[in-house]
C-alpha cells in the first residue's frame, strides 16, 4: 500500500476537482448501495439498517470513464493528468464518485474487491477534503485529502466511508496494471 499526497500539481488537482462539479459535467445516479454486511471495525460508522436509511443517504453519483479496457466516456480528457502521471501499463476500469453529505458516517458497500479476480493494482484519488475515508480490510484507514492518491492491491478488500463536514465526497476509482 502506498499513499502520496499533492499527487498532481495544484493546476492539475483544481481542474479535476472543478471539470467534475460543473454544470455540465454528467452524474449518473446509483439507487443503492449495498449496507448489509458485517463491518468489524471499531470505530464503526453508523448504520441504520432501514429502508428509509437507505433511500435518503446510501444512494451515490457515478461516472464511468474507461471499462473493460476501453474508454466510455467523452470527459476522459478531465483525468488525463492522473492517467499520465500514474503511468499504468494497461487501464481495466477508471470511475468517479460522487456521495453526497451523510448526517452520520455510513460505509457505502460491504468488502469488496473492485473487480471479480483481477490481480493488478487499484489507486483511489481523492478530489475534494472531508472526513469521509477509505477503510481497508486491515483496518488501514486514509482519510480524504484533495489531490492524495492510494494504491494497493487489487484483491485486497475495502469500503469507503462517508461525509458529514462537506457537501459531498468525490473519488476516482482506476483499476490498472502496474
Known sequence: MEIIDNFLSDEDADFIEGSLLSNSFPWYYNKELNI??????KERASLLNTEKTKENY??????????DYTDC???INVIDPLIFKLGPTALVRIKANLNPITPEHYYYDQWHTDICDF???TAIYYVNTNNGFTLLEDGTKVNCVKNRLLIFDS???HTGISCTDQKY???????YYD
Open 119 to 121: 490481480k493488478g493494482q
Open 169 to 175: 465526497r468525490c473519488i476516482i476509482n482506476l483499476n
Open 73 to 75: 466516456s467523452e470527459y
Open 155 to 157: 484483491t485486497k478488500l
Open 58 to 67: 446510501l444512494f451515490q453519483f457515478v461516472h464511468p470513464f474507461y471499462k
Open 36 to 41: 448489509d454486511a458485517p463491518f468489524p471495525w
